[in-house]
């Protein structure tokens, strides 16, 4: 894991409106100029594979930093509006809320810990093994979501 819950967090917030702006780039070339080569492709998987990483990211950090429920689900929908988690990110810093370390131990310190306390602090415990959960989680999430098709196709049978 990185040194820090904030470390990783600004990364992939940042990461994830550098994806938004590839895809709207792509967007622009396809629809505005009729572009057809394999930018568009490219762009929305980048973009697709970090949204799930920034949503997984945010919820591991949120629960880590008991942030709540309400701050954890909007940092969530926030990678849903163009370039809206950098802003976030800001909001998270000037509120406190991404101060602390990776909770590896049991405490009540703000609150007592529940089933997804523990299985945070377990998977951050054991890195390695979590980085392989996402990474074979991540792979079958994005091979079942380029086997449904864009979401305008979805509705269309």
Known sequence: ??????????????AEMVTWGG???????????GYEGELFFVAG??????????ALTALVV?????WGFGP?????????????????????????KLVGAWRTQHTTDPA?????????????GHPAWFFVLIVVGMGAMITLLLSVGPPTEWGAQ
Do not use: C, E, Q
């Open 1 to 14: 894991m990185t040194k820090t819950p904030a470390s990783l967090y600004g990364v992939l917030a940042t």
């Open 72 to 96: 954890t689900v909007l940092a969530v929908v926030m990678a849903i509006i163009p370039f809206a988690t950098l802003p976030f990110d800001r909001w998270l810093v000037r509120k406190n």
């Open 112 to 124: 007592p810990a529940g089933f997804l306390d523990r299985l945070v602090r377990f998977w951050v």
């Open 62 to 66: 949120g629960i880590n930093l008991r």
């Open 23 to 33: 895809l709207i780039t792509a967007m622009i070339a396809r629809y505005g100029f």
């Open 45 to 54: 998987l980048s973009h697709g594979i970090v949204f799930l990483a920034y």
